[in-house]
C-alpha cells in the first residue's frame, strides 16, 4: 500500500476517517487470540479466580487511563505513532525506540506462532489421531504467515472482522458450558491454586500490564483514523470491555477443567473442532498483524531493504525463537515489558499536551531529542533496579518507569514550559 493510503509520515485525510466502534472492535479483536487465552487461564490456575479479577481489573483500569490519553493524542495529531515519537525522540532517537518496540513485537510474533502450532498439532492428534512433529508445524505455519503478510493480510483481516465477533459468542457459550457443568458455581470461587504456584497477585497484575503495554503506546495509529475525540474514546471499550472478558472466559473455563490449553479445555466441552477454527483464523490473522506491524516498525531503522526482504528475515528470526520454545519465558518476557516501556508512553503524552500544546509542527523534528532519550534510558534503568529488588519506590515498576520518566522529562523542559 502506498504511503498516500497508510499515511506513514503524513496526516490522515478526512476520507479515510472512520467509526470509533469499528476500531474498538479491532482492539476487542487483538484479546481473542491464544496467548491472551493462555495467559488468563496461567493467572486464575497460579492466584485464583477472586485474585485474578482483581488483577484483570487494575490491569484494565491502568491501560484503559493510557489509551485514554493516547488515542486523544493519536485522534488530534493525526499522525501515526512512529511521527508521534520523532517530536518526543528525534528523528535519529524515534530509531531506538522504534528498535525496542519491534523486539517486543517479534517476542509476540514467537509466542503467538508456537502456542498456534501447539493448538494445530494438538487438534490434529484429538480429531484424527495423527500427532504432527512441532518443528514441522511451526514452519508450515509460519510459512502461511509470512506469506499472508506479503500477499494478503487485507482480505484475511477482513475474515477476522467476522471471525472475531462469531468467535466472542462462541467463547462465552463455552464459559456457559462450562459453569453449567459445575454443580456450584462456589466451586470457582473457592479455588485453591497448588502449593507449588509462585505466582503472587503483584507479579499477575504485572504480567497482564505488561501483555497490553504496547496498545497504549501504539493506539495512535488507530485513533489517527477515528472521526473525532468523542468517537476516539468509545474505541477505548475494545480495552475496557474487549480484555477482561477474555480473561474471565479463559478463567472460567481454565479451573473448571483444570487446564490452561484452550485446545484441552475445549475438548472436555466437547468442542474441540470449532473452537480449533475459530481460534485458528483470529491467531493468524493477529500473527500476520504482528509481523506486518514489526516489518514497518523495522523499516523506519533499515530503510534499503524491501517490504518481502525485511519480510522474511524477520519471520525467520521469530521462527526460530518458537522453535527454541520462547513462550515458556512469556512471565519474564512481559515483566520486562513493565520495565522499558510504559516510559515511552508517559515522555509522549506530556510531550504533546503540555509541551507542544497538542501542536506538532512538521517542520520543527529535532535530529536527537536528547530530554527524552535521556528520561526514557533513566526511568528504564531505576525501574528495572526496582524490579530486580535492589532497592523499591512505589513497588511497581511499570509504575516506577512512568512516573520517573514523566517527572524527568518535565523537569528538562522546565524552562520551556514555564514559557
Not at 499515511?7 to 487483538?30: C, E, N, P
Not at 503478510?149 to 471471525?163: D, F, M, P
Amino acid at each position: 500500500m502506498s504511503d498516500s493510503n497508510q499515511y506513514t509520515t503524513s496526516k490522515v485525510a478526512a476520507k479515510d476517517f472512520t467509526s470509533g466502534w469499528v476500531i474498538g472492535l479491532v482492539i476487542a479483536g487483538m484479546g481473542f487470540s491464544l496467548p491472551i487465552l493462555f495467559l488468563g487461564s496461567e493467572v486464575a490456575l497460579g492466584i485464583g479466580l477472586k485474585d485474578a479479577l482483581i488483577a484483570y481489573g487494575i490491569s484494565t483500569l491502568v491501560l484503559t487511563v493510557l489509551c485514554v490519553a493516547t488515542t486523544l493524542i493519536g485522534n488530534r495529531s493525526r499522525l501515526s505513532t512512529y511521527m508521534i515519537l520523532r517530536f518526543s525522540f528525534g528523528e535519529e532517537g524515534a530509531k531506538i525506540i522504534n528498535f525496542i518496540i519491534g523486539i517486543i513485537l517479534i517476542g509476540w510474533f514467537s509466542v503467538a506462532l508456537e502456542l498456534l502450532a501447539q493448538a494445530i498439532q494438538e487438534t490434529s492428534t484429538e480429531v484424527i489421531g495423527l500427532t504432527l512433529p512441532l518443528w514441522v508445524v511451526v514452519v508450515v505455519a509460519s510459512i502461511f504467515i509470512t506469506v499472508t503478510t506479503i500477499y494478503g493480510i487485507r482480505s484475511i483481516e477482513k475474515l477476522a472482522n467476522v471471525a472475531v465477533p462469531i468467535l466472542a459468542i462462541f467463547l462465552c457459550y463455552a464459559t456457559y458450558k462450562a459453569l453449567g457443568q459445575v454443580t456450584e458455581v462456589s466451586n470457582l470461587w473457592d479455588y485453591v491454586p497448588p502449593k507449588e504456584s509462585t505466582l503472587t497477585l503483584f507479579t499477575a497484575t504485572s504480567v497482564l500490564i505488561g501483555s497490553s503495554i504496547l496498545v497504549p503506546i501504539l493506539m495512535a495509529d488507530f485513533s489517527r483514523f477515528i472521526y473525532n475525540d468523542k468517537q476516539s474514546l468509545v474505541s477505548v471499550l475494545g480495552i475496557i470491555i474487549g480484555t477482561p472478558l477474555v480473561f474471565i472466559i479463559a478463567a472460567i473455563t481454565s479451573i473448571k477443567t483444570g487446564e490452561v490449553d484452550i485446545i484441552k479445555i475445549m475438548n472436555s466441552l466437547d468442542l474441540v473442532l470449532p473452537a480449533f477454527i475459530l481460534l485458528f483464523v483470529s491467531t493468524w490473522v493477529t500473527n500476520a498483524s504482528n509481523l506486518y506491524s514489526t516489518v514497518l516498525t523495522f523499516s523506519t531503522i533499515q530503510t534499503t531493504w524491501s517490504f518481502k526482504k525485511m519480510c522474511l528475515i524477520i519471520s525467520l528470526f521469530g521462527t526460530g525463537l518458537a522453535l527454541f520454545g520462547f513462550s515458556g519465558y512469556l512471565f519474564g518476557f512481559l515483566d520486562i515489558l513493565g520495565v522499558f516501556t510504559p516510559s515511552i508512553s508517559a515522555i509522549y503524552i506530556l510531550d504533546f499536551f503540555w509541551l507542544k500544546q497538542q501542536q506538532y509542527d512538521l517542520e520543527k523534528i529535532e535530529s536527537w531529542g536528547k530530554e527524552g532519550l535521556l528520561s526514557w534510558a533513566v526511568s528504564s534503568i531505576i525501574a528495572l533496579l526496582t524490579y530486580f529488588g535492589l532497592f523499591q519506590i512505589t513497588h511497581a515498576h511499570f509504575v516506577d518507569s512512568f512516573l520517573i520518566a514523566g517527572l524527568m522529562y518535565w523537569f528538562l523542559n522546565r524552562k520551556t514550559l514555564k514559557k
